[in-house]
DNA sequence: TGCACTATTTCAGCGAGTGCAATTTCTGTG
DNA sequence: CACAGAAATTGCACTCGCTGAAATAGTGCA
């Protein structure tokens, strides 16, 4: 990744590596997302219209839904489209590490591509803190990550000799305590004004050390 | 009108503990719950609107809105104001048993309290699968117990001398994990035709054997 | 320069969910 | 039994999230 995909640039040192089409489309996708923090935090999730964020990011309602699910997801900044992705590191994982460990080095590397801006972190941490229901982390498109994952896991599982039945619902066991570790992480990042991988690592490591016994 | 929403009791043998009004409440619910379950099982979630589902338990949509926080919960049967309840009972919990434990307690006694209509079930199972979505079990409010239990837990982690900073975040993974197999048990319940309780049972045994090490 | 492609916009509309006020339905009391 | 008060149900009007379709504007490429 070249250097600078930040507000730091005033005018347009011409080339990055992607197209100029693309560079704009991310540019507007965060001016929404920086939008959309900025005014839950000051006014509250439910008092904030898209309008209001589409405004302010200056565009229409309808391209902020063409670049958001829902409001939600601009808000948190989850971006559609990663489920083939994510389903894909997880298989090449698989081929050298555990199915738990390969679904936290999958994890770990989704919490790390999330670009730690402290000045955005900070806001949202307002965010989290007052809304609550945000904590989901997205209720629609991450459920079919979810899916997808644990249909790659019982794979694998199946592969190692487990009887088939139980395969599945190990995979989903798995994978839910998983997302659950990383749900904590977030909400560890976000208290603390820790990055996400070191909250994630954190927890990890209070989850290992017998807290399972508590 | 009272033409005949249930199929069950053909006239009132009077009394049962709660008053007519109370049952009369719990019939049209459970009479809205169904039908929801029902179309949606037959439609996909998305076809189906409110008003449908209103109109099949004959009553208002208005009603329907004062039962039912939302859509989802009325397909899930999820009732609302169980957060301050849950947190006495583990509050109670506490004082017989680990965090850990408490929490499991408490849980399982939430899915033993949920009735085991096997035919309902049936066509729950039918309406999980299709709509994936559903299967975070109502984003909603599930949020607002979970960050109650949050709090009673580590209250009680601190009585044990844990440092306060730590106690937050063990308490929110205990229960986030707690949650998550909760969760497990539910899928479990649904893709087998098997009861509640039975299910969380055999995800914990899994869980606690070895799974953890995968 | 001109053509194909795609992001953006406008517009019209559906459906979820809410506040309010009117009305009906139960319950406890004299 | 009658009646007052509580609670449940309802209709109505309204806001807002979200979508489809078609028109428009801006970019990349030959």
New interface residues.
Partial sequence: MPPDPLPGSPDDPPEDGLGLRETKKRQTRIAMHRAAVELVAEHGFTQVTVEMIARKAGVSTRTFFNHWVTKDAAVLGVVPGEAVQLSQQLRAQLEVA???DALRAVLRDVLAGIPADPELRELKKLVMTKE??L??IS??NL??V??ELVEVLSEG?LDEGMEPE?A???A???V??G???T??AF??SM?RGLDLPSAYD??LE??DGG????
């Fill in positions: 555990s199915p738990r609550p229901h904590h989901t209720s629609g459920i079919e979810q899916s599982m139980d599945r619902l190990c989903a066991i798995v839910q305590v997302f659950a570790l749900r904590s909400g560890l208290t954190r927890v209070l989850y807290l399972r016994e508590v």
